[in-house]
Each structure stands twice: as structure tokens, then as C-alpha cells.
């Protein structure tokens, strides 16, 4: 039988903006409203989940897909555990790691330093972090640029580097957050081999990439999310994609939203 890893239960989640509306104007004037106290600052609530329910499995690759704001990434962040659900709850089986285009790497420490302390932050032993960190350095294709500081990287060095900081353990549950969007083809191409690596070590894996040919390589299984809620959800990857392609007027071809 299958092994649940996930469990979104009708989950909600709701963002709270404060100061938004009502406050127009220069900011001096903004500050003398303030010093007058003439108008508490407004609040605003956009209710980026609504009532999400699904489960997923042990060796499940699932890609979420969607328009921009349609809560990919708000999903992501609450399996992972960093955003608190309104309402509903998400359960894991062992930890959720999220991986994204902003993960945390010091801009003024080396490449080298951010391997170490990524591994060791991902609860690695010193020992193992020795043994793998020319794997890591290899998979990323980052080269000579281990020794200079972050800051030096381009864009896409530094979401290789990332993702191989980040593949070189087995997780319980690994969220990729467009991860993949600025490798090149040789990087995705280990990319895909990687993450299908991840789901025979027993993992689960979330993919959000804005290019859904990565989503139809990588996945076994696609979520499309409009406005918070599940449009779709199955295991015909390529078909929900030409579903959403065509409702939101996308390359059926290349596999290229709008």
C-alpha cells in the first residue's frame, strides 16, 4: 500500500498587509498623519490558500502548476513549515526541506564555506560533509568560483550551487521553488536524474518550475492551482498540463505558459 508523506487537510492560508489603502500621499505627509494620529493604518488580507486537500505518497514527484499568484509557492512554504495555516493543517512524515531561488546562501562567504555550512545545517557530520563536498562542487559546475565570495556569482551559479548544497542529502520531503529555471541544458539534464535519484531514496518530491516541460519530464503526478484552490490534480501529467496550457492561452508545443 502506499505510504502517505504529506497531508494537506483543507488548508488556509491568509496574508495580512498592514498599511495598506487610505494612506496616500508624500511621506511627510504620511508622517504627520502619524504624528496626528488621524488614521490607523489600514489592513488588508488576501487569502492566498483556500481550502487545499490532497495527499502524497512516498516516491511521488509532484509538480504544481499555475499562474503567477495562483499560491504555488505560499503552498510550498506551508508544507515546509513557515507559514502558519488560518485554518486546516499540513502534515509531514519526517522533514520538509524547501529549496528555492532565495534559499540562503552568505554573499561574503566563499562558495566553499556556504557548501560546509549548508551541509552542516542540514544536519550532516563534519565527516560526511569532507566526503562530499567534491561531489557537491563537481554536480554544480561552479569551477574555480569555489573560492570567491557569493557575491561573484551570476544567478544561475548560484541556484546550481544551491540545488547540489541542497541534493546531496536524502530528504524526507525536498520543495523546489523554480530551482531549475536558470541551468542550463547539461545541468537540468542532472537535474532530472538527481530528483528521480531523491524519489528512489524514498523521498517526496514537490517541483514548482515556470517551464512545465521540466514539470512533464521531472513528475509523476501535476496540481494546478487557480486563486488559491485546486483546478486539477492526477496522475496524467502531460494531459493537465494541455488542460491549464489551454485555458490560459500557453504553447501546447514548447509547453510555455503565458
Known amino acids: 500500500m502506499a505510504e502517505p508523506m504529506v497531508v494537506v487537510d483543507d488548508l488556509h492560508i491568509v496574508y495580512r498587509v498592514y498599511g495598506a489603502g487610505g494612506n496616500k500621499g508624500t511621506a511627510a505627509t504620511a508622517l504627520m498623519r502619524m504624528l496626528r494620529r488621524q488614521n490607523r493604518p489600514?489592513?488588508?488580507?488576501?487569502?492566498?490558500?483556500?481550502?487545499?486537500?490532497?495527499?502524497?505518497?512516498?516516491?511521488?514527484?509532484?509538480?504544481?502548476?499555475?499562474?503567477?499568484?495562483?499560491?504555488?509557492?505560499?503552498?510550498?512554504?506551508?508544507?515546509?513549515?513557515?507559514?502558519?495555516?488560518?485554518?486546516?493543517?499540513?502534515?509531514?512524515?519526517?522533514?520538509?526541506?524547501?529549496?528555492?531561488?532565495?534559499?540562503?546562501?552568505?554573499?561574503?562567504?566563499?562558495?566553499?564555506?556556504?557548501?560546509?555550512l549548508g551541509c552542516l545545517a542540514m544536519g550532516m557530520e563534519p565527516?560526511?560533509?569532507?566526503?562530499?563536498?567534491?561531489?557537491?562542487?563537481?554536480?554544480?559546475?561552479?569551477?574555480?568560483?569555489?573560492?570567491?565570495p557569493m557575491r561573484a556569482y551570476s544567478s544561475g551559479m548560484g541556484s546550481r550551487l544551491r540545488f547540489a548544497i541542497a541534493s546531496a542529502k536524502s530528504h524526507d520531503v525536498l520543495l523546489i521553488d523554480e530551482a531549475l529555471a536558470t541551468g542550463d541544458a547539461p545541468f537540468r539534464a542532472k537535474s532530472h536524474k538527481r530528483i528521480e535519484e531523491l524519489r528512489q531514496e524514498a523521498g517526496t518530491v514537490f517541483l514548482v518550475a515556470h517551464n512545465l516541460g521540466e514539470v512533464e519530464e521531472t513528475c509523476n503526478r501535476v496540481i494546478w492551482l487557480e486563486r488559491g484552490e485546486i483546478i486539477m490534480d492526477g496522475d496524467d501529467v502531460p494531459g493537465i498540463i494541455d488542460a491549464y496550457l489551454e485555458a490560459s492561452g500557453g504553447d501546447r508545443r514548447t509547453r510555455q505558459p503565458v
Open 42 to 116: 489600514g489592513l488588508r488580507e488576501v487569502h492566498a490558500i483556500r481550502g487545499i486537500s490532497f495527499v502524497a505518497n512516498r516516491g511521488d514527484a509532484v509538480g504544481i502548476i499555475g499562474r503567477n499568484g495562483s499560491g504555488k509557492s505560499t503552498l510550498l512554504r506551508a508544507i515546509a513549515g513557515l507559514l502558519p495555516p488560518e485554518s486546516g493543517a499540513v502534515y509531514t512524515t519526517g522533514e520538509a526541506s524547501l529549496l528555492g531561488v532565495n534559499a540562503a546562501l552568505l554573499d561574503d562567504l566563499t562558495g566553499e564555506r556556504n557548501v560546509v
Open 127 to 148: 565527516q560526511e560533509v569532507k566526503r562530499r563536498y567534491a561531489d557537491i562542487v563537481e554536480f554544480s559546475g561552479v569551477g574555480d568560483f569555489i573560492d570567491l
